[in-house]
């Protein structure tokens, strides 16, 4: 079934799953998953998956932020502009309890396959 929604499981020390586009955009169709953009607010502001939340990676506060905001029981599919930022995010957040799934690419896969984003 992970197969078929293009996901890969976690293996070594990776403790996220990864996405293609097609699997994170039927994953985030859920609306028990929360959409997570770890980019800088000027790139969310240049197109974001709708009803992202905003918390960038790159702050030292980005752990503790990301407690108080996102709900450790709902699974949190993460992005950032290619996967590598989103990737560390992912990593970060279920070394304390999330469960992560990573899009692969990130949001310059999710536009060359022509899916939606918003500026708001």
């Keep these: ?8 499981t976690a ?5 996220f799953e990864n996405s293609d586009v097609q699997g994170f955009a039927e994953l985030i169709a859920d609306m028990n998953v929360v959409v997570l953009d770890v980019r800088t607010a000027a790139e969310f502001a240049e ?7 905003l918390i960038d990676q790159g ?3 980005f752990v503790l932020k990301a407690k108080a905001v ?3 029981d709902k699974k949190i599919a993460v992005y950032c502009r290619s996967g590598r930022r989103s990737a560390n995010a992912a990593r970060r957040l279920a070394d304390v309890g999330y469960r992560c799934v ?4 990130g949001i310059i896969a999710w536009q060359e396959a022509n899916m939606p984003v918003v500026k708001e």
Excluded: E, Y
């Design 70 to 72: 996102l709900p450790v």
């Design 11 to 15: 293996c070594g020390q990776q403790n």
């Design 102 to 105: 990573n899009l692969k690419g």
């Design 47 to 53: 197109g974001h998956i709708q009803g992202a939340i």
């Design 1 to 8: 079934m992970l197969a078929a929604l293009g996901l890969t």
């Design 59 to 61: 702050q030292s506060d």
